[in-house]
């Protein structure tokens, strides 16, 4: 099984460098619990796809399924492209949410592992069907199962039943155990971070295990973690600092020592989601897609952008009004293509580094070193950015104005006794307020969830695209928001003169599904595909 390792040097393009691999989510049902975690599950999905689905430039998701496990496996979502595909996991959804009604029973010993697998050929049979002749960025699969069960018993119960199973094109398999669990931080000082690799064990030898609490917070923070680029073909950013005493971690010509660091987002630009304050400006980022360091971080997999650290700052020697655009994470490497003595090193290197700039309070003053351009006889810009150091072993970095951006701003001097009657009537306002210690983001809701579901919900122009309305007169019916199937079992490949017919699902239903693609060079491989369905 591979753990974030494919083919391939790594991100040949700022699209790449954001899309995740394909996704397949098993919901374990049992009946003792499902009534308290169905809610929270349901309202998690909704906010997550309403988000997923309304990002502006390149897709972060490309496939998702769900199947779902109770007295035996069912697969009540077949893949489909994330992006452009709000309604129908909003039907899946409300498909998930009536399954109280319907009756929850003991799941099977087998039941969960034969999802796994027919799951696994279904994601087969797409690939074959759908993206022949096309280029993947990704050829494996992300496997998650949701469960109230122990853990560890799921986890034993997988390695026991798949050790005979082919789970080559599996990426990464992954338990995560839904815990009763109170929702403390929502009154806490500190946001909550989505839970790092520390917190989570890893039984036997390829599962995964991860527990979260039984809120709807907790649920969004881990689907949100499916909109990180998780790859570790190769490092993002090469921070060069100067080096006279440092041992020779990783030496550049120019006598440097490089830290190898990954990045990661702090959070979605504004700019990429539609109702937001400045959706429709861009204030935080004019290109629109990309902010600037994400940019070109991503557009050259033959050499990683290079952040090169010019001064050092006291911690109180910056303006807060000289950045601009959004915060970046930066994280010691997990570059599979480094060795082991390497990337322990680098990251002893990274962690020192942020122990001494917090005791020292210092920041640091770093210039992006331009990509090469070729032959241009036009000199390159420059971009600065503001290293800050955290109590995490993590750096923070933001960009910052040069002279050409600058413009003029008078700041006198705050007169030092202002009028008695206008500070106490100021003084009296302020002493009404609450006070908190810190800003916690989840307690300020803006209600974007709900205005991206609406978007979603307006007629816009044909109810179907042009190549689903072709299936659907060749399918001779219309299509219903109740989507379910059941994969063939492994393996079954039509031929081309006669197509097997698909297996009964749980329940009797007569709708036909289609699988959705955004891309018009998959068009006549998924006709082929649903006629084989």
């Known amino acids: ?25 098993i919901v374990q049902i049992a009946l003792h619990s499902w009534a308290d975690i169905r809610s929270n599950l349901c309202e998690a999905l909704q906010n997550f796809f309403s988000l997923a689905c309304s990002l502006m430039g390149p897709s972060r998701m490309s496939l998702f399924s769900l199947y779902v496990v109770q007295n035996q496996h069912e697969c009540i979502l077949p893949f489909v492209q994330v992006k452009g595909n709000f309604a129908r996991l909003q039907a899946c959804i409300s498909e998930l949410r009536m399954l109280q009604r319907e009756g929850c029973f003991r799941p099977h010993g087998t039941s969960l592992q034969l999802a796994v697998q027919d799951g696994l050929q279904q994601f087969k049979q797409y690939s074959r069907h759908v993206t022949t002749g096309t280029s993947l960025s990704y050829t494996s699969l992300e496997i998650t199962v949701l ?8 986890v034993r119960q997988l390695e026991e039943g798949l050790k005979d199973t082919d789970l080559v094109r599996v990426r990464r398999l992954q338990v995560v155990e839904i815990t009763k669990g109170v929702l403390e931080y929502m009154d806490s000082g500190s946001p909550v971070e989505e839970p790092s690799s520390d917190e989570s064990s890893i039984l036997g030898t390829d599962i995964d295990l991860q527990t979260i609490d039984n809120d709807v917070v907790s649920m969004e923070i881990f689907f949100k973690a499916w909109l990180h680029y998780s790859g ?21 010509k120019d006598d440097s020592m490089c830290l190898k660091c990954d990045l990661q987002e702090r959070l979605l630009s504004p700019s990429l989601l539609p109702g937001t304050a400045d959706g429709s400006l861009r204030m935080d980022d004019p290109k629109g897609d990309f902010s600037t360091l994400y940019q070109m971080a991503s557009q050259s997999s033959a050499s990683c952008y290079k952040l090169r650290v010019i001064k050092a700052l006291n911690s109180s020697g910056i303006c807060e009004s000289l950045t601009y655009g959004l915060p970046f994470i930066l994280r010691p490497t997990s570059c599979w293509q480094l060795d082991w003595d390497e990337l322990e090193t680098n990251q002893q290197h990274f962690h020192a580094l942020c122990h001494s700039l917090l005791k020292r309070e210092w920041l640091l003053l770093a210039k992006g070193e331009p990509l090469s351009g070729g032959h241009s006889q036009r000199e390159p810009t420059s971009t ?3 290293i800050v150091p955290s109590r995490s072993p993590t750096l923070l970095v933001k960009a910052v104005a040069t002279r050409e951006l600058l413009l003029p701003s008078p700041f006198p ?11 106490k009537i100021v003084e009296s306002m302020l002493d ?14 803006s209600h974007l969830y709900s205005y991206l579901s609406s978007t979603f919900t307006k007629p816009q122009g044909r109810l179907h695209p042009s190549w689903e309305s072709q299936a659907l007169r060749k399918a001779g019916q219309l299509q219903t928001s109740r989507v379910r199937v059941t994969v063939a079992p492994l393996p079954m490949i039509p031929t081309p003169s006669r197509a097997p017919k698909m297996p009964a699902a749980s329940k009797p239903s007569s709708e036909a599904f289609f699988w959705p693609s955004e891309e018009g060079v998959a068009e006549e491989k998924e006709e082929e595909y649903l006629s084989g369905l």
Request: charged share 20%; aromatic share 8%; glycine share 4%.
């Open 384 to 386: 600065f950015y503001v």
């Open 1 to 25: 099984m591979y753990h974030g390792r494919s083919s391939g040097k790594g991100p040949s393009n700022p699209a790449q460098l954001y899309q995740q691999p394909p996704r397949l989510l």
């Open 413 to 423: 001097l705050l007169p030092e006794d202002p009028p008695d009657d206008s500070l």
């Open 232 to 252: 570790t073909d190769q490092e993002h950013i090469h921070l060069l600092l100067p080096s006279r005493c440092f041992s020779n971690i990783s030496r550049a």
């Open 147 to 154: 469960t109230s069960q122990p853990g560890k018993k799921v």
């Open 432 to 445: 009404s307020l609450e006070l908190e210690p810190t800003y916690n983001p989840l307690q300020a809701r």
